[in-house]
């Protein structure tokens, strides 16, 4: 079994041929800005308002903790290669703050 799994209205669905699903681009919007993430430079100003620190442990990756908790955010270092699966983890650590928007 094959093909892309979608979640829509509240059902998940398996979609055999993902080219009849619309595949927008995303977009990480700052909620409180309106402010598009458009770099990593960017996103790490935002983070740092909201208490995360880098780490530099791990040469391939950006790393950001939050002292406060058990989170961690990994990203890879070209930000060509920042996918929504690294949207979403943002949205869901940092709850109200970030958004994923169609484009």
């Known amino acids: ?7 829509k209205n509240g059902v998940l669905r398996l979609v055999e041929n993902p080219s ?8 990480l919007v700052h909620v409180a800005s ?13 983070l740092f308002c ?9 040469p391939e990756l950006l790393q950001y903790h939050k002292r406060s908790t ?3 955010i990994s990203l890879p270092r070209d930000f ?4 929504s699966i690294h ?3 943002i ?4 709850r109200n703050e970030f958004e994923v928007r169609d484009f």
């Not at 309106?34 to 935002?46: M, P």
């Not at 949205?91 to 940092?94: A, C, G, L, Y």
């Open 70 to 72: 058990v989170h961690l």
């Open 50 to 58: 909201l208490g995360w620190e880098r780490y530099y442990d791990e």
């Open 20 to 27: 009849d699903c619309s595949s927008r681009r995303k977009l």
């Open 1 to 7: 079994m094959s093909g892309v799994w979608v979640f």
């Open 34 to 46: 309106g402010e598009a993430i458009t770099s990593y430079s960017v996103l790490e100003r935002k």
């Open 80 to 83: 060509n290669k920042f996918k």
């Open 91 to 94: 949205v869901v650590k940092n």
């Open 87 to 89: 949207m979403y983890d």
